[in-house]
């Protein structure tokens, strides 16, 4: 079991709320990514870190933004949420680099936007 | 275009019995493949990772194949059981890199009746 943590696992919030997901590990991983998954879809990379102080964005274009200010934390901040922002967040964490080492997935925020 | 295609879409068997699901992919250069298994409410696990030279390989009851030349992928799951039930999915990572990336398959879902 990857020791990589994410709250809250379900979130329901009306339009224009902030909101930030939060995620953590414990492996000491260098790297760190944001999903998004909607359902019967592909994953899509919406950020990434290769450390601290390092983020940049992913494939698909996200309104959220993220900080990496410690090694295990990796948070993400919707400043206005909208309801095409209803999707599954998925926080992974890895070792190596993006295509060369395996990933470790959290359970997953699950987030409803009204 | 970079694409991993999976089928079938979703597959129900019956426990006990074998089944076989595919990837098909059009990542160049191409760098590894991995299979993922992804329970509902779930973050994706890892199950296999292979590099263009290795065509097989085990992890318990799931045993993965890759055709480099032809570009395939298959998946295939032995005497199943209920807690098979999950989506697979393939992801095929272009040259191994800092900067490299990964394709995600849509993912087959796997359904195990009793």
């Known amino acids: 079991e990857a020791d990589i943590y994410q709250t809250p696992r379900y979130l329901v919030i009306g339009t224009g709320k902030k909101i930030t997901l939060e995620c953590s590990q414990t492996?000491?991983?260098?790297?760190m990514y944001w999903y998004q998954q909607d359902p019967g879809m592909e994953l899509h990379l919406i950020h990434y870190?290769?450390?601290?102080?390092?983020?940049e964005k992913g494939d698909l274009s996200s309104e959220s933004t993220v900080s990496r200010i410690r090694t295990e934390h990796f948070p993400l901040t919707l400043e206005s949420a909208r309801p095409s922002h209803t999707s599954q967040y998925l926080c992974?964490?890895?070792?190596?680099?993006?295509?060369?080492?395996?990933?470790?997935f959290g359970p997953g925020t699950r987030l409803t936007v009204l | 275009k970079n694409q991993v295609e999976q089928s079938p879409q979703s597959l129900i068997i019956l426990e006990g019995k074998n089944c076989t699901l595919q990837?098909?992919?059009?990542?160049?250069?191409?760098?590894?493949l991995r299979w993922y298994k992804q329970d509902t409410g779930r973050g994706p696990v890892s199950l296999t990772i292979m590099t263009f030279s290795e065509n097989t390989k085990s992890n318990g009851r799931y045993t993965a194949t890759l055709d480099a030349d032809t570009k395939q992928s298959s998946l295939h799951i032995t005497a199943s059981q209920l807690s098979d039930s999950a989506s697979y999915i393939c992801v095929v990572s272009d040259r191994g890199s800092t900067l490299g990336r990964l394709y995600f398959g849509r993912g087959t879902q796997l359904t195990v009746w009793p």
């Open positions: 990837c098909n992919y059009t990542v160049s250069p191409f760098s590894n």
């Open positions: 992974a964490s890895s070792s190596g680099g993006l295509s060369t080492d395996t990933q470790y």
């Open positions: 870190s290769y450390g601290v102080n390092s983020t």
């Open positions: 492996m000491g991983h260098d790297k």
